[in-house]
T-cell receptor, first 110, second 112 residues
Framework: GQQLNQSPQSMFIQEGEDVSMNCTSS?????WLWYKQDPGEGPVLLIA?????ELTSNGRLTAQFGITRKDSFLNISASIPSDVGIYFC??????????FGTGTSLTVIP | DGGITQSPKYLFRKEGQNVTLSCEQN?????MYWYRQDPGQGLRLIYY???????QKGDIAEGYSVSREKKESFPLTVTSAQKNPTAFYLC???????????FGNGTRLTVT
């Protein structure tokens, strides 16, 4: 099965800094999703994107569906300690399964 | 209270034993999925079901079996044929095949 390339693998940032991460694929997707996972818990859906070029916000989080449809980006502004966790992207071609990235581990230093 | 319930949270088994992981949902979602998560890796699809009494193999179905006798329930059996069963198992549901996935809180299976 296909896995998406997510970068960076890990990030260590100071509280208050902005964060950027991205996800790339060799295939075109029609849907991109972003999830956050806390240790020992299931992933929680943050943002869903359905159209190339789409920019969607959820509080301090902003995600974009890349124009090429082969990538997506997630930004977190003014990070806080509770942003700590692993962020996953997922892509889907219509009617097919979702494929997941390998995750970006975020550590926020107070 | 709507949601996806996976039980138990932690499961320990001896090698050679089959074990069944439970997944129940009251979201009235049609589609249900089982994923496996290993450290440092993304989620890999084991099986999925779009309707009752029907299910399809995912990318890593070998050594696993499922059933979908009720809309609310999609249990996963890890058989003794699964070579590396120790992992974190996640159940997910979706309103339909193209809708975003919603996950349960997982079951951590340890086989020794």
């Amino acid at each position: 099965g296909q896995q998406l390339n997510q970068s960076p693998q890990s990030m260590f940032i100071q509280e208050g800094e902005d964060v950027s991460m991205n996800c790339t694929s060799s295939s075109i997707f029609n849907t991109w999703l972003w999830y956050k996972q806390d240790p020992g818990e299931g992933p929680v859906l943050l943002i869903a994107l359905y159209k190339a070029g789409e920019l969607t916000s959820n509080g301090r989080l902003t995600a974009q569906f890349g124009i090429t449809r082969k990538d997506s980006f997630l930004n977190i502004s003014a990070s806080i300690p509770s942003d700590v966790g692993i962020y996953f992207c997922a892509g889907q071609r219509t009617g097919n399964q979702f494929y997941f990235g390998t995750g970006t581990s975020l550590t926020v230093i107070p | 209270d709507g949601g996806i319930t996976q039980s138990p949270k932690y499961l320990f088994r001896k090698e050679g034993q089959n074990v069944t992981l439970s997944c129940e949902q009251n979201l009235n979602h049609d589609a249900m999925y089982w994923y496996r998560q290993d450290p440092g890796q993304g989620l890999r699809l084991i099986y999925y079901s779009q309707i009752v009494n029907d299910f399809q193999k995912g990318d890593i179905a070998e050594g696993y079996s499922v059933s979908r006798e009720k809309k609310e329930s999609f249990p996963l059996t890890v058989t003794s044929a699964q070579k590396n069963p120790t992992a974190f198992y996640l159940c997910a549901t979706a309103r339909d095949r193209g809708s975003p996935l919603h996950f349960g809180n997982g079951t951590r299976l340890t086989v020794t």
